[in-house]
């Protein structure tokens, strides 16, 4: 019985022995093939780092204002008696936009007229009666007075009236109408804007520093989100004398036209004003740099010395000034590099990749984006 036992043991531990040695082949093979294992190569778009004269450019944030801008108000109390305006439209100067009642000056003024008329008789026959010698001084200058205060009676009456009949103080865009027809104004109450849109204000501020390289006439090229694909130009018409105490900036203004109406007061805007110096630069397209807060790089394709092919070193840049589709390196790279241009967020360093431009994108300094 005990040497049954012994050899059922033996026969056991054999096998586990076996199953244990197959088992570490295995592993064992699959380790080796792991190290063996090399992944298909990576299809890469790739572009060539350019030397380039760019325009130099100082960067900023605006905001638009217009040239001519206010909020027409009731100058005196009354009632609406017509609105000679459509919301939105536009306005020439001297229009009349609004009349209050006046029909109680109206009504005045007839007989303030006549008190006129009948004080510049008095004063023609006080003229001849002193010519005369038939009357004092004091007696004449009673009616130059009395006809003088009949006169300033009269003109404040008629000034009145104007002051209830609302004109356009310059030619503009109206805005959205703030009054109903019988409605009693006080005075101050909005009734309308008024904006002149053509030509524009940019007003933007720079840092001090920049002063020496500023000067009124310069190109300003100016984009906004509301214009995608569009850029507009503009010049230098006033820069302030005073410099801001707290954040060290001058404020810059620049006009620009505005055939459209397409800007309007009030928006926000990048602004770039263009300097008559140009930048030599090294260009790589904006897509093909690799953006992380520990810093920026770009994917270099490098022949393989010991392997057939291709494969990318990771090198971390400096960059500059953006134009359009392409972005300046000021270091990491030299003329000549080829990098890889697109899908740079799925690569790694020292992999090996085969390079095929069928459809790389075209990349230009000024794109006009299709509008679908």
């Known amino acids: ?101 006046t029909s109680s000056e109206e009504a005045q003024l007839p007989g303030v007229l006549s008190q006129v008329e009948l004080t510049r008789t ?39 009236i104007a002051k209830k009949t609302l004109r356009a103080p310059f030619s503009g865009r109206l805005g959205i109408r703030q ?25 933007f501020t720079l840092p001090q520093q920049q002063l020496p390289l500023l000067r009124t006439g310069l190109a300003v090229q100016v984009t906004t989100d509301a214009l995608p694909g569009r850029t507009l130009m503009g010049r230098i018409t006033a820069i302030d004398p005073l410099v801001d105490a707290g954040t060290r900036s001058l404020r810059v203004q620049a006009t620009a036209a505005n055939d459209n109406e397409a800007l309007r007061p009030g928006m926000f805007v990048n602004v770039a004003v263009v300097l008559p110096a140009r930048q030599k630069v090294l260009a790589v397209p904006a897509t093909a740099v690799l953006y992380a807060p520990y810093g920026d790089s770009v994917f270099i394709i490098e022949e393989v010395a010991d392997k057939k092919g291709k494969a990318l070193r990771q090198q971390f840049v400096r960059l500059g000034l953006k ?11 030299k003329e000549g590099d080829a990098v890889v241009s697109t899908g740079v967020f799925k690569l790694r360093n020292g992999q090996q990749v085969v390079v095929d431009n069928t459809l790389a994108p075209d990349f230009k300094k000024s794109p006009t984006p299709e509008n679908n």
């Not at 409605?183 to 204000?201: H, K, N, S, W, Y």
């Not at 134009?323 to 790279?333: I, K, L, P, W």
């Open 323 to 333: 134009r359009g589709d392409f972005v300046a390196v000021e270091s990491g790279v």
């Open 122 to 160: 008095n004063l023609e026959r006080m003229n001849q009666l002193f010519a005369k010698g038939l009357i004092s001084q004091a007696e004449r200058d009673a009616a130059v007075a009395g006809t003088e205060q009949a006169e300033a009676q009269a003109e404040n009456i008629r000034a009145t």
């Open 1 to 101: 019985m005990k040497r049954r036992l012994l050899i059922t043991m033996i026969v056991l531990a054999a096998l586990v022995a076996v199953l244990v040695a197959v088992k570490a082949m295995q592993i064992g093979a699959m380790v080796q093939q792991g190290k063996n294992f090399a992944p298909p190569p990576e299809t890469v778009s790739s572009a060539d780092v350019a030397s380039e004269s760019w325009e130099t450019a100082l960067a900023s944030v605006g905001t638009l204002n217009a040239v001519q801008g206010i909020t027409l108000a009731a100058e005196l109390p009354g009632r609406v008696v017509g609105i000679a305006f459509e919301a939105g439209g536009r306005a020439a100067k001297g229009d009349i936009l609004l009349r209050q009642d």
């Open 179 to 203: 009054v109903n027809l019988g409605q009693l104004l006080r005075e101050g109450d909005p009734i309308v804007t008024l904006q002149t849109l053509d030509p524009i204000f940019i007003d």
